[in-house]
């Protein structure tokens, strides 16, 4: 019998976190690919396949993939819906990681780029399985807000992002993510701004990324693209990404998708994806994303081709 949709959760009324409602669960589930019967000549572009992503992997094009976005297990114990990963030592965490990796080298092109997300138990562990197929190129750390304090420890209040390629000859577009911060102290020379804009909503500049990133909002229950997946990565997060590491029409591979955050910002930025997902109840999650992505490609904290500050924008 195919699984059924998730319950629905009873929600106070201001809160937008998705639901699959049971009537939507049918239509949902035609879209998804099973990945059992996945033969790689009958693979749909922009297509969610439930399955194991170790026997999915294998089975995809070679080197048919521009951008490589992982967000794997932490090295934690985690329940993912009905999947769970058990912290192991960091010896054996390597090795796994190392064991889809090896699957994922043989699909990437030789301009590809690949992002790994970690915590700073697991950072190592990336860093030498990465750079046992990648070029190391940086170390994204990105500020979490979300989450409780410690009294004997300092807040987890970061993660990381670890930046690989396959070669040197790689794709990052430095416009489409420079940052808009608003500029505290003007300078002006002869009277005029000085690499700075004036407009009636404030003073602003364009500024070159960091890999340092302290403008994302993670997913919360006001937050449209919000759903009950733990480890939900923001849409903001993978749009700066995906527009500094691809051009449209490239291809997008996350083997380990989630509820499908990697898939709607593809949609909603013109890029193809293939997103693997174990579990049958967040494919249904992702492919009401993608649903929704037909009429709204907003993504928050970025409007207009550019990424604000957070908190600047001003309407």
Aim: charged share 30%.
């Amino acid at each position: 019998m195919p699984p059924k949709p998730p319950q629905k959760k009873a929600r106070a009324p201001r809160n937008r976190t998705l639901q699959v409602e049971e009537s939507d669960a049918h239509r949902l589930r035609e879209v998804i690919v099973d990945g059992v019967s996945l033969r790689t000549s009958l693979l749909p572009q922009n297509a969610i396949v439930n399955g194991d992503t170790f026997q999915v992997l294998p089975r995809l094009r070679p080197r048919s993939v521009d951008l490589l976005f992982a967000d794997p297990p932490y090295n934690l114990n985690k329940s993912f819906g009905q999947e769970s990963f058990r912290s192991r030592a960091a010896e054996e965490y390597e090795a796994w990681l190392d064991s889809w990796l090896s699957l994922c080298e043989p699909l990437m092109k030789p301009t590809a780029s690949i992002y790994i997300c970690g915590d700073w138990r697991s950072g190592g562990a990336i860093e030498r399985a990465g750079s046992r197929y990648f070029k190391l190129r940086n170390r994204i750390a990105w500020e979490r807000e979300k989450g409780r304090g410690a009294k004997a420890n300092w807040k987890n209040a970061a993660e990381d992002i670890w930046f690989f390629t396959v070669s040197d000859e790689f794709t990052f577009n430095l416009d489409a993510v420079k940052q808009r911060r608003r500029v505290v102290a003007p300078y002006r020379t002869n009277g005029s701004p000085k690499d700075w804009d004036e407009t009636d909503n404030g003073n602003f500049r364009d500024t070159h990324p960091s890999n340092i990133w302290t403008d994302i909002t993670v997913p919360f229950w006001s937050m449209p693209e919000n759903t009950d997946h733990p480890t939900q990565k923001p849409e903001k997060l993978l749009a700066k990404i995906i527009l500094a590491s691809t051009n449209p029409g490239d291809v997008v591979l996350d083997p380990f998708a989630g509820s499908g955050t990697t898939a709607a910002v593809c949609k909603k930025l013109g890029r193809e994806f293939i997103a693997i997902e174990a579990d049958m109840d967040y494919c249904l999650l992702a492919a009401k994303r993608l649903e929704l992505a037909e009429t709204d490609r907003s993504i928050q904290g970025f409007t207009d081709g550019v990424f604000w500050e957070r908190n600047s924008a001003r309407g």
